[in-house]
């Protein structure tokens, strides 16, 4: 006995809607590591850092005098970058029949331009229908399990030569006596 109102997609579409999300939560992260980058940076955009006060070392200093040192926070932490490492996608779906379709922009209608960038093969395609509603051996409706594993990386050689930059300016740029 048949449902009405089935899911039925067409095994591409529900592969190309799986790789956009995975495309889109990688997006995701890395806007999420940009924002946090300019988490380092005051609204003028210069670098913040903290000031260290410590026993000079500076020639001509004595007992007592101090360097106030400052430091950029950004070369003081991990700056470990996260990628999609892997999805792994499982789900029941019942198979449908074969469906011939023309190739079309997405709207029903014949390409018109596209960019040399963009590749679809023409012409007629076969494509199969997916039923994602069906029901399970077990009775229960088709379901998906999603698999996401991330992995840290080193940062991007961009990252890395600002924070060694960075690391170069700091130093001590004043020495005081007490009672100063």
């Known amino acids: ?3 009405t109102g089935l899911s039925v997609a067409p095994l591409e579409s529900l592969i190309e809607a799986m790789a956009g999300a995975v495309v889109d939560a990688q997006a995701r992260i890395e806007q999420s590591q940009v924002a946090h980058l300019g988490e380092y940076f005051d609204e003028n955009n210069r670098p913040k850092s903290v000031v260290i006060r410590m026993p000079s070392m500076q ?9 106030l040192y400052r430091a950029p926070l950004l070369p ?3 700056t470990t970058s996260l990628r999609i490492k892997d999805v ?6 019942e198979l449908g029949a074969f469906v011939d379709s023309a190739d079309t922009d997405g709207d029903g ?8 960038w963009a590749f679809r093969a023409k012409g007629r395609k076969r494509s199969v229908a997916l039923d994602t509603l069906a029901r399970r ?3 229960g409706p088709g379901k998906v399990h999603v698999t996401l594993r991330v992995e840290g990386v080193e940062p991007p050689d961009g990252v890395a030569r600002l924070s060694n930059h ?3 300016t700091q130093g001590v740029f004043q020495t005081f006596r007490p009672g100063d």
């Open 88 to 93: 792994e996608i499982c789900f029941d779906a």
């Open 76 to 78: 003081l932490v991990p």
């Open 109 to 116: 209608e014949p390409p018109t331009t596209r960019s040399r």
């Open 137 to 139: 051996g077990d009775g």
């Open 166 to 168: 960075l690391a170069m």
């Open 1 to 3: 006995m048949r449902r």
């Open 59 to 67: 020639s001509g200093s004595q007992d007592g005098d101090e360097d």
